[in-house]
């Protein structure tokens, strides 16, 4: 690690703690490393920083992953992420945590949404077939249930189908905002 990439490290975490309110013994213990070796590797004192340290520090810290490595000197890797191209690269664990519980979330009202639809179906069909079943005996039931009867169930029946049919709701579904 060059004294620029030191330099760029001491700093990155520094704020990162002070704005966690976090000091060197307190983010070691979160991270569950020794304070005196988190010391080393804001001081440049560590050659190569383990990359699964450096994560939990970005998630701690609510920093981007890419943004320590590439400090700690792992360019190959940070250059790896710019490849990609991807917006989601640059976002905070935190900000990642955030986004995946919004999808899950979203995934819990479309199964909702598709439960309900599937559920309201089944009904129909069950009123349907009871219907089918009035229409294949009408002369037993043509006293309780008329033709008009009928023909009104049945369009209840369809109002109930077409509300199953509409779409879900995808502006639901959360945003990427890079």
């Known amino acids: 690690m060059n004294k620029e990439q030191e330099y ?5 975490l520094l704020a990162g703690r002070e704005k966690k309110g976090y000091s060197q013994r307190k983010l070691a213990k979160i991270i569950g490393i020794h304070h005196s070796s ?3 590797l804001e001081n440049g ?24 490595m590439k400090a700690a000197g792992y360019d190959q890797v940070a250059y790896m992420f710019k490849q990609n191209d991807n917006s989601l690269n640059r976002k905070s664990t935190k900000d990642l945590k955030k986004l995946i519980e919004e999808y899950r979330l979203s995934q819990m009202d479309l199964l909702d949404d598709s439960y309900q639809k599937r559920s309201n179906v089944r009904d129909c069909r069950t009123r349907l077939h009871s219907l089918i079943i009035k229409l294949e005996n009408y002369d037993m039931y043509k006293d309780i ?12 029946i369809n109002k109930e189908l077409i509300k199953s049919a509409e779409k879900y709701d995808y502006s639901k579904l959360p945003k990427d905002n890079p």
């Open 8 to 12: 760029d490290l001491k700093h990155i």
């Open 38 to 40: 988190l010391n080393d």
């Open 45 to 68: 004192k560590i050659k190569k920083i383990d990359v699964e340290v450096l994560r939990k520090i970005a998630e701690e810290l609510d920093l981007s992953l890419e943004l320590l």
């Open 145 to 156: 249930w008329t033709i008009e009867k009928i023909t009104e169930e049945l369009k209840e």
